[in-house]
């Protein structure tokens, strides 16, 4: 088992800027996918981003142009650059480890989760 420990949450203006960090600890390799979720109030979990282990990237349709996800392997940690933040990305945002999403969403391991408030 993994285990994540999200920071790097906040207050921050429509228009601005975030990076969260999510740390890993537990496992040697790097030989897994992370990614990150969010859920807003009232709203069901949704997928935001995925770095898999080979390197490809992908993004739900509603980051994609404004947050980026990148990955430190010597870190073990997992990045979410977000940036022209909307009010509607107001959540708290989760990272998990082998994360999946489309039809069935789920992930192997979560982290304790971070808040995201975005002023208007």
Sequence with gaps: QVQLVESGGGLVQAGGSLR??????GRTSNNYDMGWFRQAPGKEREFVAAFRWNGNTYYADSVKGRFTISRDYAKKTIYLQ???L???DTAVYYCATEPRWGLTLGAQDWGQGTQ???SS
């Design 86 to 88: 909307k009010p509607e």
């Design 116 to 118: 995201v408030t975005v």
């Design 20 to 25: 969260l960090s999510c740390a890993a600890s």
């Design 82 to 84: 977000m940036i022209s």
